[in-house]
């Protein structure tokens, strides 16, 4: 069973990846012969003839989703829950199915959610465990006190993707972002980091098996827009990958309940070359996961269900856009 929530109130950006995410994982889990069952905004275009498997349940309020979801949850083998952190969306919905007992979740625990959604706790931790990570510090929009020179990143400290993310460097610039969140009207907590200058990285992981590292391609508008992902899978030996891999299992070790898929966003600094910095954390499925799919050659979804699927990946690189 896979659940995707309600597209009211999300940017347009994350509800078509979301959108995306969802088709991609029910293909996927059908190809292996499963039944699959999920709620679907009565708006969106999709599944407009399913396959014999697949059972869609059209939705048209958020309340009437999150009811669907709690009645259906009991009668699924697992759930798969598609969702933003913000708001505690994907949160909430897991303890759903982790209060019920008899129902396997292929992701990640609350627990972990919760942590992970949080980048000031986050980087609270990592920075105690020494894995290294951007240092981060709360900002105030209504009375904005730096803690680090210009440039700075000033982003939601819950937000998902890189919704009222900005590069900041002057005092003229903060105000303006100060002033765009304002009027945003999202009651969201934001914090700030120093500018790291370098190659923005990815790495995902399935259960406990890890992916090949790639390279994000994102906006140069100081907004940081995801736009695509190129695979460097045929170089997966590279002191930053293999960097990466050390950085991102010392991460699993540090958190408890990162399970299914997960996300790892990197940067590799100019100024410190293959050694890779931890951004952030996403504790459920990423847009990372049409590129990787379009890479392999094996069924993604089988990973989710055995820590011991071989995968094998395409000969020539892959370039992923959204």
């Excluded at 259906?72 to 969306?89: G, R, S, Y």
């Excluded at 920075?127 to 929009?141: N, S």
């Excluded at 500018?195 to 790495?203: I, P």
């Excluded at 259960?207 to 827009?225: C, I």
Aim: aromatic content about 6%; some cysteine.
């Amino acid at each position: 069973m896979l659940a995707e929530s309600s597209a009211d109130g999300l940017p347009e950006s994350l509800w078509a990846e979301g959108l995306l995410m969802l088709k991609a994982v029910i293909e996927d889990f059908l190809a292996l012969g499963w039944r699959v069952q999920t709620t679907l905004d009565v708006r969106v275009d999709a599944f407009n003839e399913p396959p014999s498997l697949l059972d869609v349940s059209r939705v048209e309020s958020a309340v009437q989703e999150a009811t669907l979801f709690e009645q259906l949850a009991p009668h699924a083998t697992a759930v798969i829950v598609i969702a933003p952190e913000f708001h505690h969306l994907l949160r909430d919905r897991v303890r759903i199915v982790e209060r019920l007992g008899t129902t396997s979740h292929l992701g990640c625990s609350s627990s972990a959610i919760e942590l992970c959604g949080d980048k000031l706790e986050l980087a609270r931790l990592l920075t105690a465990r020494g894995i290294p990570t951007i240092p981060t510090q709360p900002l105030d929009v209504e009375h904005p006190d730096l803690a680090f020179p210009f440039p700075i990143v000033v982003k939601p400290r819950h937000g998902a993707g890189s919704t009222l993310t900005f590069r900041i460097d002057t005092d003229f610039e903060l105000q303006q972002a100060c002033d765009e969140i304002r009027a945003s009207c999202e009651a969201f907590e934001f914090i700030q980091q120093p500018l790291v200058r370098g190659r923005s990285l990815a790495m995902s992981a399935i259960r406990s098996l890890l992916l090949p590292l790639t390279e994000q391609v994102l906006t140069e508008d100081g907004r940081f827009h995801y736009l695509g992902t190129n695979l460097l899978y045929q170089k997966a030996d590279t002191p930053i990958a293999a960097a990466s891999r050390a950085l991102l299992r010392d991460c699993q070790a540090a958190i408890n309940g990162l399970d299914g898929y997960v996300g790892f966003d990197l940067i590799e600094p100019l100024d410190t070359p293959g050694q890779p910095v931890l951004v952030e954390i996403n504790p459920r499925f990423t847009s990372s996961y049409l590129a990787y799919r379009a890479a392999c050659e094996t069924n993604l979804a089988a990973a989710l269900l055995s820590d011991h699927m071989p995968l094998k990946w395409r000969a020539d690189d892959v370039q992923f856009r959204v």
